[in-house]
C-alpha cells in the first residue's frame, strides 16, 4: 500500500499530490490483516455491485478520496454503469437509477455513516429491515460499519487516490 509513485507522468497544470501522513496498513500488518478478514467476513453472502455502492457513498459522505477512488474503479470492473456512480451522490434525486432494495442500503448507509444525524432513524432501518432478510440486513450492517473504518485510516493517513488498479488488494 504504499504511494511512493513518480510524479512525472501526470498531465501539466494539476496540483501536486498531497504527501501520505501514516500508513497504518504499513506499519501494523496484524491489523491490516485483520480488517481484510473483517471486510471478507462482512460482504459475505451480499450482492457484490451493492456493496461497491455502499462503499462509494459511505466514502463521499467520509471524503474519503482513496477509497472513492478504489470503490469506483471496483464497482466500475464488477459491472456497475459510469450514470449511477455519477448519480449516487445525489441518489434521494436519481431514484429511478436503483432498485427499492438498493435505496434502502443506501439509507442505512447513510444513517449508520453520519451517526450525529440522529442516529439511525427507525423509518429507515424499518425499510431497510423490510428489503433485506435479517442475516442479509446484518451483513450490509457490517459491511457498512467496515468502509466507515476503512474511510478513518484512509482520511487521517491522508493516503493517496488515482494509483489504484482493480485486484491490487484481492484476497
Not at 432494495?101 to 423509518?123: I, M, N, Q, S, Y
Request: net charge negative.
Amino acid at each position: 500500500m504504499t504511494t511512493t509513485h513518480a510524479h512525472h507522468h501526470a498531465p501539466v497544470g494539476l496540483a501536486p499530490e498531497e504527501p501520505q501522513r501514516i500508513s497504518v496498513s504499513q506499519l501494523l500488518p496484524d491489523v491490516y490483516k485483520a480488517m481484510i478478514r473483517l471486510d471478507i467476513a462482512a460482504r459475505k453472502g451480499l450482492d457484490p455491485v451493492l456493496v461497491e455502492l455502499v462503499k462509494i457513498r459511505a466514502s463521499q459522505l467520509n471524503q474519503c478520496a482513496f477509497c472513492l477512488d478504489m470503490h469506483s474503479k471496483d464497482a466500475l470492473a464488477a459491472g456497475e454503469s459510469v450514470e449511477r456512480i455519477v448519480q449516487l451522490s445525489a441518489w434521494r434525486e436519481s431514484r429511478h437509477f436503483y432498485t427499492e432494495k438498493e435505496l434502502a442500503a443506501l439509507a442505512l448507509t447513510e444513517a449508520v455513516t453520519v451517526l450525529t444525524d440522529g442516529f439511525v432513524p427507525d423509518e429507515v432501518y424499518a425499510e431497510a429491515a423490510g428489503h433485506f432478510e435479517e442475516n442479509e440486513l446484518a451483513q450490509l450492517i457490517a459491511a457498512i460499519t467496515v468502509i466507515n473504518a476503512w474511510n478513518r485510516f484512509g482520511v487521517t493517513g491522508r493516503l493517496t487516490p488515482g494509483h489504484y488498479t482493480p485486484g491490487d488488494f484481492k484476497s
